[in-house]
């Protein structure tokens, strides 16, 4: 494979891509935050928010890990090993987070961390090892993209608050993440626009951005049919 220069303005047509997608998952998000008993839902919801980014640094420490060995002939993995030496230090951590607005809610780590995943959390989280292992590490692009890309906002988060009738302290993790992510969007934009990636590897992060939305819908779609 051979670099095209894609890299300019990438992080711009990862974006349109995603927005043709992006209303299933708006709309599965909906459904969740203004379910009737969300009160109830939101205890649930965490649970299954837990189940997702345990396996955030996991997941990229090994991609960074397969991106360090393919960096020898590789300028793109060699650039994406780079992102991810910072990266998965800012998130690390943030499953405690949730664990701990849990305990606000009555919620014992130890009955978490005993909670079996849904299959919707491991199909999710399962395809990008898949891409990682099998073709390229830098697929993983197109998870982060959109995990890292839409957070609530306060707003949103104050509402659902108001909703719930929960106190501030079981949603440090919704408020955390709606100041930090749109720092970690505009550096993630940053250095995927400078990666020299080639055509096949542009198409993967897309591709695995893609999933990501349905594959998220689903997770939002099978926790309010468990609810129900």
Known sequence: ?????????????????????????????????EHPRVRELYPEYLVTMHGVIRASVPLMERALGRARIAAVDDPAAAGLAAYLEHHVEEERGHDDWLLEDLAVLGRSREAVMSRVPPTSVAALVGAQYYWIEHYHPVAVLGYIGVLEGYPPTIADVDTLMVRTGYEREAFRTLIRHSELDPLHAADFDE??????????????????????????????????????
Do not use: C, N
């Not at 670099?3 to 998000?29: C, F, I, Q």
């Not at 250095?191 to 020299?196: E, V």
């Open 191 to 228: 250095h995927l626009d400078r990666l020299p990636l080639t055509p096949e590897q542009a198409a993967v992060i897309g591709l695995s951005g893609i999933y990501t939305v349905h594959a998220f819908t689903h997770v939002f779609q099978d926790l309010l049919e468990r609810a129900e």
């Open 1 to 33: 494979m051979s670099a095209t220069g894609l890299t300019a303005g990438e992080s711009a047509r990862l974006r349109r891509k995603l927005e043709l997608v992006l209303p299933l998952l708006v709309e599965a998000g909906r459904r969740v935050w």
